[in-house]
């Protein structure tokens, strides 16, 4: 039996995972959830799934959390605090990380520190904390088992496999919903075009990261920290039916890939029961019915987010925390219909600009290359 805790449980990616967990009653059980604000479907999963413990991120929902649960042996708690002890939760040995953006990190490291092996979703523990994040893994023996489909897909092909085989790894995209739009086209984008991803279902930062493609630019960072590749070795193909997952290719020419349709389910699955395969099929792979399956080069002048990922992933340091910061700063200007969608490219290069980076940060320089990089952009933010 593993006994699992859930950050962001009310997540996209949390709810998934309660409906892998709920699949496989056998195997997992539900020790400890959280979620940052919406404490009724946290209420309502605490009361089906049972976990010993609960925490809520913000403060003004922890009563109305608590009087939910009340009569419940669940023990209820907010703040940072609360999803620290959730995170390093003692009777739980598998920690799922799904937060989203960098509120994330400091959740991962604490599970790291307690010994716990993660599932890992939250994508920005790696991009902003990648090399103490691996220290921290290695120190404490932990196993992170990506859950990102992309490495979740490499993480499978390299099974079994020797590093120094590895040629070159190759991690596909969508392209997101303006894939084979023009530039003039592409500065007119709204929130909610950005926002409605043909392949997959998520959560809106990261839907439109997607669109940006900095979400294919944080998951080339990403791999970086998990498979210990040189950037030059790590390459992105758009593939817009998504099924193909990612390859590896190998010294020899040959190219390993992961395929299935695109469903969030299944590298959850993977994670969870890793290293084992669990045997529910969410859904099949008809190549018949799919027919064809196409390739392109992103078109990098219309999405430069992707070089600015690979420029501060090369760059190293607080570089990281600042790409990352001034990404999700400039998503909530976005969403909030403050900038173009072309500002959000505009925002990060400047910030990288505006920074002088620290080579070999420790947290506190991170997390004060995030705080600069975030006051930096409120205070230019008025500009359209
Ligand atoms: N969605 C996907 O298909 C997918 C695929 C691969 C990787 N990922 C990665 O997985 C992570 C989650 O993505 P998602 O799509 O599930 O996002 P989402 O639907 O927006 O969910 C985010 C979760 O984080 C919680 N949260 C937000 N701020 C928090 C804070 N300060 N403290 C504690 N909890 C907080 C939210 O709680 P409330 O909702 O209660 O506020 C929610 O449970 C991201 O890092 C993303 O890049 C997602």
């Known amino acids: 039996m593993k006994n699992i805790s859930i950050l962001g449980s009310t997540g996209f990616i949390g709810r998934q995972a309660l409906e892998v967990i709920e699949a496989f009653p056998e195997r997992f059980s539900v020790k400890a959830l959280a979620g940052g604000k919406?404490?009724?479907?946290?209420?309502?999963?605490?009361?089906?799934?049972?976990?010993?413990?609960?925490?809520?991120?913000?403060?003004?929902?922890?009563?109305?959390?608590?009087?939910?649960?009340?009569?419940?042996?669940?023990?209820?708690?907010?703040?940072?605090?609360?999803?620290?002890?959730?995170?390093?939760f003692p009777s739980s040995n598998l920690v799922l990380a799904s937060i989203v953006g960098v509120a994330g990190m400091l959740p991962v490291i604490e599970a790291l520190k307690s010994g716990k092996d993660i599932a890992l979703a939250n994508k920005e523990a790696l991009v902003v904390g990648g090399k103490l994040v691996n220290a921290l893994a290695e120190k404490n023996k932990s196993k992170i088992i990506p859950v990102?489909?992309?490495?979740?897909?490499?993480f499978q092909c390299l099974k079994g496999e020797k590093k120094e085989d590895v040629r070159r790894i190759i991690l596909t995209s969508s392209g997101g919903p303006f894939r084979d739009w023009d530039s003039k086209k592409?500065?007119?984008?709204?929130?909610?075009?950005?926002?409605?991803?043909?392949?997959?279902?998520?959560?809106n930062k990261i839907t439109i990261d997607s669109a940006t493609l900095m979400n294919k630019?944080?998951?080339?960072?990403?791999?970086?920290?998990?498979?210990?590749?040189?950037?030059?070795?790590?390459?992105?193909?758009?593939?817009?039916?998504?099924?193909?997952?990612?390859?590896?290719?190998?010294?020899?020419?040959?190219?390993?890939?992961q395929l299935s349709p695109p469903d969030m389910r299944l590298p959850i699955q993977y994670a969870l029961g890793f290293p084992g395969r669990l045997p529910k099929i969410w859904k099949a792979l008809d190549l018949v019915k799919l027919g064809s399956l196409t390739f392109e080069e992103p078109r990098r002048e219309n999405f430069p987010c992707l070089d600015l990922a690979y420029r501060a992933g090369k760059t190293g340091g607080t570089a990281l925390a600042v790409v990352n910061a001034a990404n999700e700063a400039a998503v909530d200007l976005f969403l909030k219909g403050k900038?173009?969608?072309?500002?959000?490219?505009?925002?990060?290069?400047k910030s990288l600009e505006a920074h002088n980076t620290v080579k070999n940060p420790d947290i506190e320089d991170l997390i004060e290359a995030d705080r600069q990089t975030r006051n930096r952009i409120k205070k230019g933010s008025k500009i359209k």
């Open 38 to 88: 919406n404490w009724q479907l946290l209420a309502g999963q605490a009361k089906l799934y049972k976990p010993e413990v609960v925490a809520i991120s913000e403060e003004r929902h922890f009563q109305d959390l608590k009087k939910a649960l009340s009569g419940l042996r669940i023990k209820v708690l907010f703040g940072d605090e609360g999803i620290k002890e959730v995170a390093s």
């Open 148 to 154: 990102d489909s992309e490495h979740s897909a490499i």
């Open 186 to 203: 592409i500065k007119k984008v709204k929130a909610e075009d950005a926002l409605n991803h043909p392949t997959w279902k998520m959560g």
């Open 217 to 257: 630019g944080f998951e080339v960072i990403e791999a970086h920290w998990l498979f210990g590749l040189d950037y030059s070795r790590i390459d992105v193909v758009i593939h817009p039916q998504s099924i193909i997952h990612s390859l590896v290719e190998f010294t020899d020419g040959s190219c390993l890939a």
């Open 339 to 349: 900038i173009k969608f072309t500002g959000i490219a505009e925002i990060i290069e």
